[in-house]
T-cell receptor, first 115, second 113 residues
Framework: DAGVIQSPRHEVTEMGQEVTLRCKPISGHDYLFWYRQTMMRGLELLIYFNNNVPIDDSGMPEDRFSAKMPNASFSTLKIQPSEPRDSAVYFC?????????????FGSGTRLTVV | QQQVKQSPQSLIVQKGGISIINCAYE??????FPWYQQFPGKGPALLIAIRPDVSEKKEGRFTISFNKSAKQFSLHIMDSQPGDSATYFC????????????FGTGTRLTIIP
């Protein structure tokens, strides 16, 4: 099991550019979560999916952020246009329903720097 | 709205000592309280979790103490080791963890020789 795979690991982009972060959840997991981590705000839930359907996107900061899950093995988080305040580590996590005791499995994150 | 408050922000403990991290929650509907451990460059990983029907859960050197009336829970690390140096997050969820997790702000723990 390769775990949750995120790409790229690091991304440096200029303000105004479009950024796409990618996530491959663990096979068989039916929940997928996108979190953002910063020193000031800690781990914030942006959006989560169940069976590829967005369930709660109340954490998405604004319309510049969008997330999709076209199939059970792939999700993207897009920021367009990017701003310096979007600089953070973005984590994807997945979980199988009914296995709460096993927790979320997080990827290693994408460190985004917007200059 | 911060629903899970965590303290301290950072903690330095001598090797062999006891590390204690505290969390308080507001939403009485929470019924699942995990702790996650995060090493630099890695994502958080589940360490230990508790449900409110018990007041304490122990796994090796790690213990969660839970006080339902005070809406507080804490992580105790006994015989702290340098390898325990990491950032620790408390979290809370409803439906016994089957709803989304709300995380605390994290505690950076450093164990010194």
């Amino acid at each position: 099991d390769a775990g949750v795979i995120q790409s790229p690991r690091h991304e440096v982009t200029e303000m105004g550019q479009e950024v796409t972060l990618r996530c491959k959840p663990i096979s068989g997991h039916d929940y997928l979560f996108w979190y953002r981590q910063t020193m000031m705000r800690g781990l914030e839930l942006l959006i989560y999916f169940n069976n590829n359907v967005p369930i709660d996107d109340s954490g998405m900061p604004e319309d510049r952020f969008s997330a999709k899950m076209p199939n059970a093995s792939f999700s993207t988080l897009k920021i367009q246009p990017s701003e310096p305040r979007d600089s953070a580590v973005y984590f994807c996590a997945s979980r199988q329903k009914g296995t709460a005791n096993y927790g979320y499995t997080f990827g290693s994150g994408t460190r985004l720097t917007v200059v | 709205q911060q629903q899970v408050k965590q303290s301290p922000q950072s903690l330095i403990v001598q090797k062999g000592g006891i590390s204690i991290i505290n969390c308080a929650y507001e939403n009485t509907a929470f019924d699942y309280f995990p702790w996650y451990q995060q090493f630099p460059g890695k994502g958080p990983a589940l360490l230990i979790a508790i449900r409110p029907d018990v007041s304490e859960k122990k796994e090796g050197r790690f213990t969660i103490s839970f006080n339902k009336s005070a809406k507080q829970f804490s992580l105790h690390i006994m015989d702290s080791q340098p390898g325990d140096s990491a950032t620790y997050f408390c979290a809370a969820s409803m439906a016994f963890g089957n709803e989304k997790l709300t995380f605390g702000t994290g505690t950076r723990l450093t164990i010194i020789p």
